[in-house]
């Protein structure tokens, strides 16, 4: 998914959950920097300590972020979350939606709500469980599973590929292969086509379309995917984790939760309407504006401020105090996404006979 659900969909929903506008707006930063935060850092601070960045994004355009070490580490605990069904592990590391892992994930993020980080660690598991409704039947380690056949890709409706759809996948397959020539380390396999969902660029994506390809793997099968139904079914989930999250820190909300299917006619308008990130992110901005999600109340989604947290670690440098930086935002969404990858890739997916670490 891209950041007109990671982002303004993710806060719409913690809204309506009954979350007040600050904490749904961390929930949704958090969501959102998962995908934007891909560079790794040691920041040392004037008073002698410091702190490291890990990576969580997986952008095609940094190679590092293809190696086997970051689909380990970066890919499979933040965005192709294993399903752990099936007797082999290329079967067992397929993401899949409503999978054990990932309810087994979100109940021990809930355990620790009481922790200041929790709201950072919440839009971090709203971000994984979000990618297992877009992602799911391919696996963040390169495997042959992934492989699809390229002339069978269809897209089922719209019934004609407009323009944005045609370029959109353009530029992604032309960014490969602008990236290509120039890896020389990164084995064959572990290139786009067998690494998660390359093989079928952005389609998984976007909440519009419907479409279909045919598997590579003997025996061959057509995947017809709905990705309306998908993502309707992930908003549903989103919705009731928030939920939750507010009945255990009603602190941070200030409403009853909106019934969700009170909201589904006009999610199903949203997912249904074409055009790009940028255009689909102003669906969610216009009809909070208009009182459409909150039973009239009319309200700004505030802008993203992934850039304000990727601009406040350069200044945590000159912080005088380890004392102040351990209270911002950023330093809680690092402490946040360590705990959850470590949580994943030693406790959880052990637990269910998976080892990637």
């Not at 410091?50 to 952008?59: C, D, L, S, V």
């Not at 945590?316 to 911002?328: G, Q, R, W």
Request: charged share 20%.
């Amino acid at each position: 998914m891209q950041i007109d659900m990671h982002y303004y969909g993710t806060y719409t929903l913690a809204r309506v959950a009954g979350l007040d506008q600050e904490t749904a707006e961390l929930i949704a930063t958090a969501s959102q920097f998962v995908d934007d935060n891909t560079s790794v850092s040691t920041i040392r601070f004037s008073d002698g300590g410091q702190m490291t960045t890990a990576a969580t994004g997986h952008h095609f355009e940094h190679t590092e972020n293809i190696s086997s070490n970051a689909q380990r580490n970066i890919w499979i605990p933040f965005h192709f979350l294993p399903g752990a069904y099936g007797d082999t592990f290329s079967e067992r590391i397929i993401c899949k939606k409503n999978s054990a892992t990932a309810t087994e994930m979100t109940e021990n993020h809930l355990r620790l709500s009481h922790k200041p980080f929790s709201p950072l660690l919440i839009g971090i598991a709203a971000h994984v469980i979000a990618d297992t409704f877009s992602h799911f039947n391919f696996s963040g380690s390169s495997s042959r599973r992934n492989s699809i056949d390229q002339a069978s890709i269809t897209v089922l409706e719209p019934q004609n590929e407009d323009t944005a759809l045609a370029e959109e996948r353009m530029r992604f397959f032309e960014r490969f292969k602008y990236v290509r020539p120039n890896i020389r380390t990164i084995p064959e396999e572990e290139l786009m086509g067998t690494l998660g969902h390359g093989a079928v660029a952005s389609y998984p994506d976007l909440p519009y379309l419907a479409w279909s390809y045919n598997t590579e793997e003997a025996p061959a099968q057509t995947i017809r995917r709905h990705n309306q139904d998908d993502f309707m079914e992930a908003a549903e989930m989103l919705y009731s984790l928030f939920v939750r999250f507010a009945d255990q820190r009603p602190d941070l909300a200030e409403s009853p939760p909106v019934p969700f299917d009170s909201i589904q006619d006009s999610l199903a308008i949203i997912f249904a309407s074409p055009g790009n990130k940028h255009q689909r992110s102003g669906f969610w901005q216009f009809a909070m504006a208009q009182g459409v999600f909150l039973e009239g109340r009319q309200e700004e989604i505030p802008p993203y401020k992934g850039q304000m947290w990727k601009n406040s670690c350069e200044e945590l440098a000159s912080c005088p105090d380890c004392a102040l930086i351990t209270e911002m935002d950023i330093f809680k969404f690092y402490q946040a996404a360590s705990i959850h990858r470590t949580y994943v890739l030693q406790e959880l997916l052990p637990a269910h006979d998976i080892s990637v670490h």
